[in-house]
């Protein structure tokens, strides 16, 4: 149930910190990757040096660390995770997590994530029976935050009672059964899919923008397709008028480089869509200010190019998705620019569709283009040409097994 889970670990400062290699063993024995935060006041109980080594990766400590900043900033380090996990949980964190104070970088991770979080709480008895931390824990639970322990029993400060972090194998269980209640049904069950819907919007200045006519259809259908095979779907879309889709995890953004950025943040995935209207351009010198008519006449607008989504996911080296697919909207000769844009992007499928009569209907008449050929699909509704898509990606990552 763990196998390839990514789980962000923030060790808090409680004497229950020395049982945190025993529980990055039991995580890692079980195919997780642990991924850990130290706070300062964890340092004192156990060092960056034997969590790095046990889990393998880098043990993030410093909020304003110019390198980890460049390398992955903390909104980064929070979203490329399933599941981030505080243990110990200090009263602090939590007094802090309950409040939305951010002083740290584990702190900030933990207001910045859009993963579940579970907390293994230890503390003094006195403490965890002390009103404010009561009111804390019903908090966070309020607000879905899962909660392991306390157990009861000798507690380090030589008193007895409850606020004794739960055992090891009592943490381990309780995210093994948290996935296995979010786990879904399906030939998909199991892959991570990234789909990129809509239109991209470049601003001219900020009340003015360059936009393309992509109502995020299409996209929007092959997510929620991909989520009913099993698949377990990050949807990165532009602005649509579409509703967000149940079960998936939708992150917003309007411009292409920030398009980028989701999706990156979103890796490593198995299966990357990428159905969205990405704008070739942007503005070179977007005003900070609107543009006036006496500024000096009608400005003229100086383009750049941005960054081509699709081949940047196609050329990744360590997390290139083993199913890279992408779409080809072309006014002519659909099928040959199709073809020669499935090996110019270097991705492996192209859904190819003519957009001559313009976007954002409900239908579409597409063809397939793989490496073994084009196969032309009658024109269907798009949740269709969804359906189809996704069962053609099941059954291709079945094969691929
Ligand atoms: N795409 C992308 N990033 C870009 C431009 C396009 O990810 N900056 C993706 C689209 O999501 C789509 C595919 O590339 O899957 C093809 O988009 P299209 O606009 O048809 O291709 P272009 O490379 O822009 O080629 P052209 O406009 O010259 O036909």
């Not at 060790?11 to 290699?21: C, E, L, N, R």
């Not at 943490?171 to 990129?196: C, D, H, N, W």
């Not at 991909?226 to 998936?248: H, N, Y």
Request: net charge neutral; hydrophobic share 45%; aromatic share 4%.
């Amino acid at each position: 149930m763990l196998k390839n889970k990514r789980i962000l670990l923030i060790v808090s400062g409680g004497i229950a910190a020395v049982k945190v290699p025993d529980l990055i063993r039991r995580l890692s024995e079980r195919g997780a990757h642990v991924r850990c935060i130290l706070t300062e006041s964890g340092a004192q109980f156990v060092t960056p040096m034997s969590l790095a080594a046990l889990s393998g990766d880098k043990v993030f400590q410093n909020l304003f660390s110019l390198t980890d900043e460049r390398e992955m900033g903390h909104i980064r380090l929070s979203r490329e995770a399933d599941v981030v996990l505080v243990a110990p949980a200090t009263a602090n964190i939590m007094a802090k997590m309950a409040h939305g104070l951010t002083d740290d970088l584990a702190t900030t991770a933990l207001l910045a994530t859009n993963k579940p979080v579970m907390i293994a709480p230890s503390m003094n008895v006195m403490m965890w029976n002390n009103p404010a931390t009561r009111s804390n824990v019903a908090t966070l639970q309020k607000r879905d935050v899962h909660v392991v322990g306390p157990g009861a029993g000798d507690l380090a400060c030589g008193e007895v009672g409850d606020g004794r972090m739960a055992e090891v194998a009592d943490i381990v269980a309780a995210l093994e059964a948290f996935f296995e209640t979010r786990k879904k049904s399906g030939p998909l069950s199991g892959y991570r899919a990234l789909v990129t819907s809509g239109p991209t919007i470049e601003p001219i200045d900020p009340v003015r923008y360059i936009a393309n006519r992509s109502s995020g259809k299409q996209g929007h259908a092959i997510a929620t397709a991909l989520s009913d095979l099993g698949a377990e779907v990050s949807l990165i879309s532009g602005p649509t008028k579409e509703t967000d889709p149940e079960r998936l995890y939708v992150t917003r953004i309007e411009t292409a480089e920030q398009m980028l950025k989701a999706c990156q943040n979103a890796l490593p995935v198995d299966i990357a869509v990428c159905a969205a209207a990405v704008a070739d351009w942007r503005i070179a010198d977007a005003a900070s200010q609107k543009l006036k008519k006496d500024d000096g006449g009608a400005p003229s607008l100086a383009l750049i190019e941005n960054p081509d989504i699709l081949a940047t996911l196609s050329a990744g080296v360590d997390n290139r998705p083993a199913l890279v697919i992408g779409f080809a909207a072309e006014t002519e000769d659909v099928i040959a620019q199709a073809t020669a844009k499935r090996e110019r992007k270097g991705c492996d499928w192209i859904v190819a569709n003519d957009v001559s009569n313009g976007f954002g209907g409900d239908k579409n008449t597409v063809h397939l283009v793989t490496t073994a050929g084009v196969e032309s699909w009658p024109t269907m509704q798009k949740r269709e040409v969804a359906a189809r898509l996704a069962t053609q990606i099941a059954d291709h990552m079945r094969q691929q097994k």
